[in-house]
């Protein structure tokens, strides 16, 4: 109710009313701003809830299951975890979206949340994803606009910090957790299993990173670097906790090959430190990088403290 915002501001600036504490949740602020209501500008602490991470779970994380299932806590407490994910996306399109009136056009956005499940992972190419939707590009701007106010979405920008070469452009879109992400990518038989799970994977780490740094007070920026020749490093962090290039694989087995657009990122940032994180059970380093398992890595990553 955004008018209770109103009088919870009244309530604050009350002199006789000091020990007055709110906790005001809420999945959008996007009508909040539509109705112009108090916002609290100055006078509340913006807090972001993630989906579960592994070390909140502890001897109850398992990272296939995470792959496939995700760690919204309403998901991972679920005695049907798939039969919840199927209708979680379609919670959001019935009551948030339709009810709001946010979108003229139920199933076209229905029909985006399909396609753009394709990009997850990936740099976004907003004509593409028109085409493929049979839309205006207004339109997806505009869809991918309410995906990110209702939360359910992030994207990560290119690091271009004293940038050597040419970048590229497009920022990378995720789903902000990777149960939803596989609950909407349609899989058949012409869909490859690994690609699905290659997506998967990275997200998972990457919705671990967001959550990381969200709770350790922000203090560092998530991008990912690439050049317009292709090369790619999956995230690049930078702030108070240094300079790190980590490149994310769905791979055992360490190929040398792996380790080449971090070797690049290196060469451009001689001061950034190197990870990789993959399927494997070793944890050693190759060439100057740093190589963890991904359970291990995801387990250890707590709010506050070093990435490795």
Request: net charge neutral; proline share 8%.
């Given at each position: 109710m955004p008018e209770l915002l109103t009088v919870v501001h009244a309530l604050i600036e009350q002199a006789a009313a000091p020990a007055l504490q709110f906790i005001l949740t809420g999945s959008s602020a996007r009508k909040v701003r539509r109705a112009g209501v108090d916002l609290l500008a100055g006078r509340?602490?913006?807090?972001?809830?993630?989906p579960f991470v592994a070390a909140e779970l502890g001897d109850r994380f398992d990272l296939e299951r995470a792959l496939t299932e995700g760690m919204v806590p309403l998901v991972v407490a679920a005695a049907s975890p798939e039969q919840t994910l199927r209708s979680y996306a379609a919670l959001y399109v019935e009551q948030e979206v339709q009810m709001e009136g946010l979108v003229r056009n139920i199933g076209a956005f229905a029909r985006f949340l399909e396609v753009v499940s394709f990009s997850h992972g990936s740099p976004l190419n907003v004509a593409n994803i028109a085409r493929e939707c049979e839309t205006e590009r207004n339109t997806v701007a505009?869809?991918?606009s309410i995906l990110q106010d209702l939360?359910?979405?992030f994207q990560l920008p290119v690091f271009t910090r004293r940038a050597k070469r040419a970048l590229a452009a497009h920022p990378k879109f995720f789903y902000f957790d990777t149960g939803v992400f596989r609950s909407l990518r349609?899989?058949?038989?012409?869909?490859?299993?690994?690609?699905?799970e290659g997506a998967a994977l990275e997200g998972l780490v990457v919705q671990h990173l967001r959550t990381w740094n969200d709770y350790s007070g922000g203090r560092n920026s998530l991008s990912y670097w690439c050049t317009r020749s292709g090369v790619e490093v999956d995230v690049v962090i930078y702030g108070e906790d240094g300079l790190w290039g980590i490149e994310i694989k769905n791979t055992r087995r360490i190929d040398g090959r792996d380790l080449r657009a971090l070797r690049s990122v290196a060469d451009d940032y001689p001061e950034a430190r190197l990870l990789f994180v993959y399927r494997g059970t070793e944890r050693l380093e190759r060439e100057g990088v740093l190589c963890l398992p991904c359970a291990d890595f995801l387990r250890q990553l707590r709010p506050g403290r070093a990435l490795a």
């Open positions: 509340a602490l913006l807090r972001h809830m993630h505009g869809y991918l939360l359910l979405a349609p899989r058949g038989p012409l869909d490859r299993a690994e690609e699905i």
